[in-house]
């Protein structure tokens, strides 16, 4: 029914607190990682990417971190604000095998609320 | 606002009817994508384009659906003969050409059938 799928992990959090979103990738080919936001009745924003080659990158009050030896990707939001409320997703994708240039894959989702 | 811009917003139908959704993409960029989300899931990749060349569809994409990018600008994705599993978001992505280009996403056409 309506309610599978809506299990999605939840991190709640209190306003100025640092927030850490987890997500577990599966394809150990894929090279290029995005970082979403999706606020409700909206697409998903752009936060940050992240190339294979690096295992850090920062953005403005964000930092994500790759570790590709148990594929692992993290987004931190450093003095998390009612704003930053939303579902955050990562995406990968794989560029080295030549037949899927397009696809972005999704994870989960993480439902991140901020209390003031 | 230049963003990636869906029209409609929200498009309820009767089972069995055709629907089309257009999507304007960011003016420069040339690669444009479609994706399908469901309820509580992250988007689901169904097809995209290089300027007017459609280079890879899902297998998502059954043959109810077609996406066209005539002039390699705005695209329509249509669904014929409309089922109940097709109520979902649907949305449209843009980036520049490149392996590692980010894609940006418009506020999609929720689709509901009765």
């Known amino acids: 029914g309506e309610s599978v799928g809506l299990h999605l992990p939840t991190l709640s959090v209190q306003e100025g607190d640092n927030s850490i979103i987890n997500c577990a990738y599966s394809n150990s080919a894929s090279d290029y990682f995005i970082w979403y936001k999706q606020e409700s009745g909206k697409g998903p924003q752009f936060i940050i990417d992240?190339?294979?080659?690096?295992d850090k990158r920062q953005g403005q009050r964000v930092t994500v971190l790759l570790n590709k030896t148990v594929k692992h990707l993290s987004l931190q939001i450093a003095a998390t604000q009612p704003g930053d409320s939303a579902v955050y997703f990562c995406a990968e994708k794989d560029n080295a095998g030549g037949t899927s240039y397009g696809k972005l894959t999704f994870g989960q989702g993480t439902i991140l609320t901020v209390h003031p | 606002d230049t963003g990636v811009s869906q029209d409609p917003r929200h498009k309820i139908t009767k089972r069995g009817q055709n629907v089309t959704f257009r999507c304007d993409p960011i003016?420069?960029?040339?690669?444009l994508y479609w994706y399908r989300q469901t309820l509580g899931q992250g988007p689901e990749f169904l097809t995209y384009f290089q300027n007017e060349a459609q280079l890879e569809k899902s297998r998502l994409l059954s043959d109810r659906f077609s996406a066209e990018r005539p002039k390699g600008s705005f695209s329509t994705l249509e669904i014929q003969r409309t089922e109940q599993g097709d109520s979902a978001m649907y949305l449209c992505?843009?980036?520049?050409?490149?392996?590692?280009?980010?894609?940006?996403f418009g506020d999609g056409t929720r689709l509901s059938i009765l």
């Open positions: 992505a843009s980036s520049l050409t490149g392996s590692n280009q980010p894609q940006h």
């Open positions: 003016s420069e960029h040339n690669r």
């Open positions: 992240i190339r294979s080659n690096m």
